[in-house]
């Protein structure tokens, strides 16, 4: 975030700078409107040789508003477990005068820039994570789903797996966010309902029974479709939660729950490995 842009609260500018100061930035992207961020946490005693899992997290605001640091707690918490966790800037609405689909490349870009830099970074270029909130979602459903998935020939910028909240899964007319779009064909084109298929990557959504912008029942049905094509989709609601409801400084029970869930996945799914507490001799 740009502390020069007045528009912007002190307060929220000195929260973000104290909220990242203990990760390493690095610019992933350049556009006309400024550089693309990619904010990299280590765990203690990482190492360029290692080949950890890495979980690339995107923040949600319907593509609109910047908020690279929603996810930090989350990623903080894969840290913690042995990851290498990222939250990425994204270009939006207000910031960068774009629509979903230049949000959706960038996803796509960070997430091939993770795996081009895998030796850089100590992770595994076969494992890497990505995950969001509403918008965040849905540009990281994007990255794995849509056909057209940037590469450069050896590597691919669609992820291993994906750990959603609050996901926008439709982008049609009966949807959310057509006309964020500069054309109604494009937000056809890439919804996430659009482009099921065998063979996706393993994904877990989390989803508040009492969410007001994305009905539950979509996200269900949305779940239940990946399954019938033979893919991992476990879908996790919670009750009285509404579209924000895993965040920390919302409902710190349901927070953890989410990310306890989350370890469980990952740890069934390959990507982490068990507590040596968890391990039944």
Known sequence: MDSSDKSVSPIAVIRDEELLKGAESIVYKRTEKGDLTLHCFYPEGHDENDRRSAIVLFHGGEWDQPMVTQFVPQALNFVALGAVGIVAEYRTASAHSSTPLESISDAQTAILWVRKNNRYLGVDPEKIIAGGSGSGAHIALCSAMHKKVENNGFFSGAPNALILWSAIVDTTKRGLGMARFAFKRDARRTSPN??????????????GKEDPIVPVSNVDKFAQRLRSKRNVARFVPFNRATHSFFNFNVNQHYFVQTLESAEGFLIDQGFLEPSPNDVIE
Request: charged letters at 30%; proline letters at 14%.
């Open 194 to 207: 659009k482009n099921i298929r065998r063979k996706l990557p393993p994904m877990l959504f989390f989803h």
